[in-house]
């Protein structure tokens, strides 16, 4: 919050978020992500991608399988961060990707 960001207590609709938001950073779920989205996640997932609104993700887009990718049909992201190294997800993915995060040998 000390940086002018401000944190929800509630979840915008789609339509609210596309008209306050210029971007949405999506790091709901990381690399161990495995079965069905529950709520609130859900709500929140379909809010984001419904929205219109560019989406960049850390390291999996929430929701993907870290091996298989988009298996639930969710958003596919603006831009992707992936940190260490490209999961398997990433292979087909079509957007712009970057690599970034501590490099160990």
């Known amino acids: 919050q000390c940086l002018g960001i401000s944190f929800l207590d509630t979840m915008p ?6 008209k306050d938001f210029d971007i949405i950073l999506d790091g709901i779920f990381g690399f161990s992500f495995h079965g069905e989205i529950r709520e609130p996640f ?17 390291d999996i ?14 958003f ?7 940190l260490t190294l490209p999961k398997l997800c990433a292979q087909d993915y079509k ?9 160990v040998p």
């Open 76 to 82: 596919t992201p603006e831009a992707l961060v992936s």
């Open 42 to 58: 859900k709500t929140v997932i379909k809010a984001m991608g419904e929205s219109g609104v560019p989406i960049l993700s850390v």
């Open 95 to 103: 957007g712009a990707h970057y690599l970034g995060g501590r490099f």
């Open 13 to 18: 609709t789609s339509e609210e978020i596309k």
């Open 61 to 74: 887009p929430s929701g993907w399988d870290v091996d298989k990718g988009n298996l639930h049909g969710i």
